[in-house]
């Protein structure tokens, strides 16, 4: 079982890491690594020995140490296969994701060319954008001063998105933090 424990562990890394099962983008190779590892020692701890008395009952010859690393085995390709499943599930939202997001940078790039002073507008391809909620974006260029920025609401319920200016003027990195999870460059 364990040679099939670490070829699972390999698998469900990059499963859980190219095709996340929630969110919008998927974990990181490391925290794929770590939730595939908890994943796959939960399966082989708790799943294993259980399904290995199933598998006994039907073969009552059978050494249980048999039972359960063949049932364990088959447990951990199950789980592959279910998170190749969510994972294939999922895959519409985070492409309508993508997609959103893209309508609101061109909606908030139109504002801002149409808007914003010249010394916001050269900087537009260091545009930041963070999701603040369902459908809801904020879009900040830099300016000259680092602790300014032109920055928008994009609202993207409604086609086509509605953008509204921010009267609070500080960069995203300020207001979210500057590795928030949730804010991308464009």
């Known amino acids: 079982m364990w040679p099939a424990f670490a070829l699972a562990l390999v698998v469900d890394t990059l499963l859980l890491h190219l095709l996340p099962v929630a969110g919008d983008t998927g974990p990181g190779l490391f925290p794929a690594l770590l939730l595939a590892g908890f994943l796959n020692l939960i399966v082989v701890a708790v799943g294993a020995p259980l399904a290995g008395r199933l598998l006994r009952r039907r073969a009552p ?5 048999v039972a359960d690393d063949r049932a364990g085995t088959l447990l951990l390709g199950a789980t592959s296969l279910v998170l190749l499943a969510i994972g294939i599930g999922h895959r519409p939202a985070i492409e309508a994701e993508a997609r959103d997001f893209e309508r609101q940078a061109v909606s908030a790039r139109r504002y801002v060319l149409r808007s914003a002073g010249p010394e916001y ?3 537009l391809d260091l545009m930041d954008t963070i999701k603040q909620g369902p459908d809801l974006y904020r879009t900040c260029v830099p300016g000259p001063d680092p602790r300014r920025s032109f920055c928008v609401l994009v609202t993207t319920d409604q086609d086509p998105a509605r953008v509204t200016r921010d009267p609070d003027q500080r960069p995203n990195a300020t207001v ?4 928030n999870p949730g804010r991308r460059s464009r």
């Open 61 to 65: 010859t059978l050494p249980r140490v």
């Open 176 to 179: 979210s933090g500057p590795d």
């Open 121 to 123: 507008r050269r900087n």
